[in-house]
C-alpha cells in the first residue's frame, strides 16, 4: 500500500467542493469569528535550512465561525495570509444558517467595515477596541465599549473583570 505525499494530498484537496454539514437549529446563536494561520510546507524549507532564507514563506488563514454553544463550525473560509481578518466577515456571516444574535472576535474585526456588516445582520457585536482606541463622541457600540473601559478604571482593571 503506497501512502499519498503531502504534494499529492494537496492538489487533490485543490479539487474537492466539499461542504461541512450543519446542524439545524431554530434559536438565534452567538458567533464567534476567529482565524489562525498555517505554514505551507515544500521543497523551499530544505532550501532555508542550507542556504538561509531567500523567498517569503507562504501562509494560508482559516478563517471560522463558531456557534458559541455548541461549539459547532458554522462557516468557513480559507484566504491567503495577506487577507485581513475584518474583510471576510460579510463572507462568514453570509454562510451561517439561522438568525444570528451576538458576534465575538478578538481586535482583528475592530474595523468600521466589519462592524457595519454585523449591524446589517442585526446582531450586536462583541469585539473589544484597541488599547489606543479614541471616544469619537458618537452613539456607536465601539465608543460605549470605550467609556465602560474607561469607567472600569482603563484598560487593565476593565478587561480583569
Known sequence: MSIPTYSLIGKRVEKLKLSLDILKSNRAITVILDASGTKIC????WKVKI???STPRKWVKLH?????ETCEIVAECITQSTVADSS????????????IE???????????????????TKAKALIPPPRNARYRGTSSERDQAIAAIRWLGGDK?????
Open 42 to 45: 515544500g521543497e523551499e524549507e
Open 51 to 53: 542556504h538561509g532564507r
Open 64 to 68: 471560522l465561525a463558531v456557534d458559541a
Open 88 to 99: 471576510v466577515t460579510k463572507k462568514l456571516l453570509d454562510k451561517v444558517p439561522g438568525k
Open 102 to 120: 451576538v458576534v465575538m472576535g478578538d481586535g482583528a474585526y475592530d474595523r468600521s467595515g466589519c462592524r457595519e456588516v454585523i449591524k446589517k
Open 157 to 161: 482593571e476593565a478587561k480583569s473583570i
